[in-house]
């Protein structure tokens, strides 16, 4: 597998691209609509050709280039078949995995940051690697006040899908604030201060409830672009780039 991370600096997100050293086809995880350049300048420089753009969620912090990929590309815009997308071409599920030549994105459902959440495991010889999306963070995690989040459906999905992986699982989280590239699950089960350390229920819902996080500066413009696959007008994509600074995930 041919695998980079990328970063996109204003709202800290990694983009993850895969590629299949058989086929040559390539997967874009959770793309941002400012680094399309970037993205595509990679994609050259390895001799890949994008098969598929993939999201996470309905992001509330950056627009996806996913819609921008296809058009410039002929990729296909694959989402969570559960958020019922009209711009998706294709619909992934726990049921109904996205697989690339040699490569096989197995989907799990994780809600609680969003209502329909997932995550991505990629599992390679002696390997698994997992794409937590916004739902685990290292040493933290999504927040839960908006885009249906809960606290309690959080700590379930994290407790029920990602802590009983095994332990040198890698972690690759869709944002990091500290310039952290990659964790795994028994450091995320040791450490985590939101979850880690055989926290209870209970203590991760007073965790979350006491953050008193501020409103997402680009959610009222990301979200509707968003649920349209990231195909905004040009005034939108120059606001979102004018906003200052990360929007705050937690």
Known sequence: ????????????TYTY????????????LDPVVETVERDLSALQDLGLTLAFSL???IHADHITSACRLRSLTG???AYPEMDGLPCADIGVSEVNPLKVGSLAFQPLFTPGHTATHHSYLVELPGSLRLFTGDALLIDGCGRTDFQDGDAATLYRSIHEKFFTLPGDTLVFPAHDYHHRHVSTVDQELERNPRL?????????VAIMMELNLPYPEKIDVAVPANKSCGACPEETVKLIEDTPGPSVQG
């Open 1 to 12: 597998m041919i695998f980079r991370q990328l970063f996109e600096p204003q709202s800290w």
């Open 55 to 57: 999201d996470t969620h």
């Open 17 to 28: 691209l895969f590629g299949c050293s058989d086929t040559r086809q390539a997967v874009l």
């Open 75 to 77: 990729c296909k815009v």
């Open 196 to 204: 880690g350390g055989g926290k209870t229920l209970e203590e991760f």
